[in-house]
């Protein structure tokens, strides 16, 4: 089952706005990951915030994590038509094997409109 | 940051066919290595997990005679999809973790489809 659920599902935005995309998860974490993908590309890791962190911020991103509501939040800055992707926040579990999994939400599909 | 190494990116098989996707990490060494499989708008689910030298652990409801893994060395891990069919068709991704990191790593896909 999935661990995190993103939304808005889709986000449609001008060029030069903030996209904000949220993710709830259920249980607890160690941490909480934010991955990039490109239509029809593997993903790319964007930002890790760990537990015992409220806020991160990297570059245009920042990530905020209230671990009692059990949600993220991942905001993009002055949005360019290149920041066009679907975002995954994704948290560790434990995999059949007992090794760690990431499990990854539904995703958000952003779209930055030039 | 790391490099995984996925390919081929695109693949076209006829049903009943065997297909292998490979997977390498080119510049850390991929203790763990993940296949998922993701189908279109959608999440990725995980299929399998592998660590180097042992058999993989598939997740519920994934036929581990169907999806065959092997994770051989440190660097490599192949998938391979047996006797597929059209339902097999999806988009395959790998993804390793060397050990004690948390950041995963993940390869550009492969596009599976069986006509």
Same mark, same amino acid.
């Given at each position: 089952s999935q661990q995190g659920e993103e939304d808005p599902q889709a986000l449609s935005i001008q060029e030069g706005e903030n996209a904000t995309m949220n993710c709830s998860y259920k249980t607890s974490i160690n941490n909480l990951q934010w991955y990039r993908q490109n239509s029809g590309r593997g993903l790319v890791h964007l930002i890790l915030i760990r537990s015992n962190e409220r806020e991160k911020h990297s570059g245009r991103l920042r990530v905020t994590l209230d671990t009692s509501k059990k949600s993220s939040s991942l905001l993009i800055t002055a949005?360019? /038509? /290149?920041?066009?992707a679907s975002y995954f926040c994704a948290t560790d579990a434990l995999a059949q094997g007992g090794s760690e999994k990431l499990v990854f939400g539904k995703g958000t599909k952003l779209t930055v409109n030039p | 940051g790391a490099v995984v190494s996925q390919h081929p990116s695109r693949v076209i098989c006829k049903s009943g066919t065997s297909v292998k996707i490979e997977c390498r990490s080119? +510049?850390?060494?991929?203790t763990t290595m993940f296949w998922y499989r993701q189908f279109p708008k959608q999440s990725l689910m995980l299929m399998a997990t592998s660590n180097e030298g042992s058999k993989a652990t598939y997740e519920q409801g994934v036929e581990k005679d169907k999806f065959l893994i092997n994770?051989?060395?440190?660097?490599l891990s192949t998938l391979t999809v047996t006797s597929?069919?059209?339902? +097999?068709s999806s988009f395959y991704i790998c993804s390793a973790r060397d050990q004690g990191y948390t950041e995963a790593f993940f390869g550009q896909g492969t596009r599976l489809t069986v006509v």
């Open positions: 949005s360019r /038509a /290149a920041d066009t | 080119l +510049d850390f060494q991929a994770h051989a060395s440190l660097t597929a069919h059209p339902e +097999d």
